[in-house]
Structure formats: structure tokens, C-alpha cells
């Protein structure tokens, strides 16, 4: 493990410099803390690390909204990939993994290439939670995994930097005049993200049939919030969508979708398969704390509590889970 030293008056000139070879995205607080580009010094002046950003940063690499292909009667066009590569910074333990387990979804299993090409030439540059950011977190519960190119620690007057892959370490030879040697060690200790283990039960694939699941399903809206909030949702519909500039040119489009919608299993003859709206609540809890372990060996949820804190009737599944009686 190699470990750096950053004084925190550099933070600002190392960022500067980044965004004079890389575009430099970074949580930004407006309204709402998002991922947004910076672009100028008051920006990074104003890159907020007190809370998570309230957006994901999914929609960097798995777009809300992408077109695949044109058509023209029988000619198709591929719009050509952004190469520019990327340096995204602030990013918490949480959303680190969300990214690995959307990796593990679209290039591992699906060798996707729009999403390929939106990872390649990224850089990803952690912060680390000293403390849960909000009472809703609840990854030390879960299987974290450390998945970074640097991660920042925070220590007052300067943070520690773990260098997490040879591509971070390589950003740190480039930029050395802002890292220092250092003997210092991150334990497994200060790893820890403190008050963020509050899921009690991590087997629930016995709790299917308990009725206090009607606590959370009675609540919800079928609004999807949950899902778009995700970081690591991925599923997406596929549409083709006529143009008028001629009787034979289209757009093959995707965006996300949602689960919790009646639309997303509906098939053939007006057939619903998760025509109720208990189905399409347990669906996605179950598909983030149960089946995608089953087949992956790890939880597809990080724990990053969005879609309890943007649900606009806060539903708490992790407290419903917690209060349940087996
Ligand atoms: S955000 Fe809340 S109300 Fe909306 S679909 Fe999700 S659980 Fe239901
Ligand atoms: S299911 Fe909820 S807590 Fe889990 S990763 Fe998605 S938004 Fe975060």
C-alpha cells in the first residue's frame, strides 16, 4: 500500500491543474449537491465534501439518455464516442462500488460499448467518510470493497493518499510537487465509516412473505425516485424514435427505466407480470440485497441510502427490514 501526504492548501492547485489536461467533475452544491464539470478556479472553490452529492454519479457512464444508433433505410450511423479522458473527484466508498458492481454489469457480462467507452480514460479520486453523511447511510453493513485510483483521507489540516491502482499512481508522479513521502499507514481501522452499519439483517431471502413489508408498500407512490437516485440501477428500455426529416430515418435510443413501474414487465396480449405494487417494491429490494448475490456473490446495493432520503414519503427499508420478526 502506497501512502501520500497532501496538504490541504494544495488541494485547490492540484485540482487546477487537473483540469488544464483532464475535464475535471466534482460535486458541486446548487440547489442540490451533483457531480458537474468544473470549470473555472471559483468552481473548485466550491466543490462541497460536508454530504454526498444527492445525484448519482451513474449517469456519467450508463447515460440517462443515449442514442445508439441512426438509421436511414438501410444505412446505420454509430455517433462517435467522447474520448476525452476524465478525472472525477470526490467520490465516496459507496459510489466507488456502485461503479465497480455497473462494471461488472456492463463490461464483464454485457461487453457493452457505449458504456466502455464513457469508463475509458477515467480516473477516479476518492474521499473517504470519516463519519456517515447522512442518517440514512448504511454500507458498513455491506461487502465494500476499496476501488479507486486515489483515495483522500481527511485529516484536518491535510489528507492521506492511497494510491489504489497504477493509474493513480502515475497521476501522483506526474503532479508530485503537491504529494509528500510519508510513513503515516491507513489501517483497516480507519476504514471504518462510523454509524453507517444500521442494516441489522443481511439475509432477507427468508422475510419475502412478512407482512411488514405493507409498512413500506401502503407508502409508496410507484414514482421511481428509488430507482433513478440508484447509483447502481441499470436497467433501460430501448426505443426507436421516427424523424421527421423522412419516412425511413430513426433513432435507436436508451434510457433508464424502472422497476416500479406497471410498464416495465408488461409483454405481449397486455400482460403484466408485476402487475401489483407490493411485487414491484419487493422487486427492487430484493434484486439489490438478495438475487444479485445470488448470482454474483455480492449485494448490488452500496448502502448509499438515496432512494430512502429522495423518496418523497421516505420509506425506510432498511428500518422495515430491521423491525421485522422472522
Ligand atoms: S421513491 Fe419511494 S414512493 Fe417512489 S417508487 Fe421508490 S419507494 Fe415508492
Ligand atoms: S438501493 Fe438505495 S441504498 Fe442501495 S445503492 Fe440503491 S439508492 Fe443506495
Given at each position: 500500500?502506497?501512502?501520500?501526504?497532501?496538504?490541504?492548501?494544495?488541494?485547490?492547485?492540484?485540482?487546477?491543474?487537473?483540469?488544464?489536461?483532464?475535464?475535471?467533475?466534482?460535486?458541486?452544491?446548487?440547489?442540490?449537491?451533483?457531480?458537474?464539470?468544473?470549470?473555472?478556479?471559483?468552481?473548485?472553490?466550491?466543490?462541497?465534501?460536508?454530504?454526498?452529492?444527492?445525484?448519482?454519479?451513474?449517469?456519467?457512464?450508463?447515460?440517462?439518455?443515449?442514442?445508439?444508433?441512426?438509421?436511414?433505410g438501410?444505412?446505420?450511423?454509430?455517433?462517435?464516442?467522447?474520448?476525452?479522458?476524465?478525472v472525477f473527484f470526490g467520490i465516496r466508498k459507496c459510489d466507488l462500488n456502485a461503479i465497480h458492481h455497473q462494471d461488472m454489469v456492463f463490461l464483464e457480462q454485457a461487453d457493452d460499448p457505449y458504456y466502455a467507452a464513457a469508463r475509458k480514460g477515467t480516473y477516479l479520486l476518492g474521499y473517504h467518510c470519516n463519519e456517515a453523511p447522512s442518517?440514512?447511510?448504511?454500507?458498513?453493513s455491506l461487502d465494500l470493497i476499496d476501488f479507486f485510483d486515489l483515495m483522500f483521507y481527511d485529516r484536518k489540516d491535510y489528507f492521506l493518499v492511497e494510491v489504489g491502482s497504477e493509474k493513480g499512481r502515475a497521476l501522483v508522479e506526474k503532479y508530485k510537487e503537491y504529494f509528500t513521502k510519508t510513513d503515516k499507514q491507513i489501517t483497516s481501522q480507519d476504514k471504518v465509516i462510523k454509524n453507517a452499519d444500521r442494516l441489522e439483517k443481511l439475509d432477507i431471502s427468508k422475510l419475502y412473505d412478512n407482512k411488514d413489508w405493507k409498512k413500506g408498500v401502503g407508502l409508496c407512490l410507484s414514482c421511481t425516485a428509488c430507482t433513478s437516485l440508484c447509483?447502481?440501477?441499470?436497467?433501460?428500455?430501448?426505443?426507436?424514435?421516427?424523424?421527421?426529416?423522412g419516412p425511413k430515418k430513426a433513432e435507436r435510443k436508451r434510457s433508464w427505466s424502472s422497476c416500479q413501474l406497471p410498464e416495465f414487465t408488461r409483454v405481449a396480449h397486455?400482460?403484466?407480470?408485476?402487475?401489483?405494487?407490493?411485487?414491484?417494491?419487493k422487486h427492487r429490494i430484493y434484486h439489490q440485497l438478495d438475487y444479485f448475490k445470488q448470482r454474483n456473490?455480492?449485494?448490488?446495493?452500496?448502502?448509499?441510502?438515496r432512494c430512502i432520503e429522495g423518496c418523497p414519503t421516505r420509506i425506510d427499508f432498511v428500518k422495515i427490514i430491521n423491525e421485522m420478526k422472522e
Open positions: 500500500m502506497q501512502i501520500f501526504r497532501q496538504d490541504k492548501k494544495d488541494l485547490a492547485k492540484f485540482l487546477d491543474k487537473l483540469r488544464q489536461s483532464y475535464e475535471l467533475i466534482a460535486p458541486l452544491k446548487k440547489d442540490l449537491v451533483r457531480f458537474e464539470s468544473i470549470k473555472n478556479s471559483e468552481d473548485i472553490s466550491n466543490i462541497h465534501l460536508e454530504k454526498n452529492s444527492y445525484f448519482p454519479i451513474k449517469e456519467y457512464f450508463f447515460k440517462k439518455q443515449e442514442v445508439l444508433f441512426q438509421f436511414d438501410d444505412k446505420i450511423t454509430v455517433p462517435r464516442f467522447n474520448t476525452t479522458e476524465k442518517e440514512y447511510c448504511f454500507c458498513g447509483p447502481t440501477c441499470y436497467c433501460f428500455e430501448i426505443k426507436d424514435e421516427p424523424s421527421i426529416k397486455d400482460h403484466v407480470f408485476r402487475k401489483e405494487r407490493e411485487q414491484r417494491f456473490g455480492v449485494n448490488l446495493c452500496v448502502g448509499c441510502g
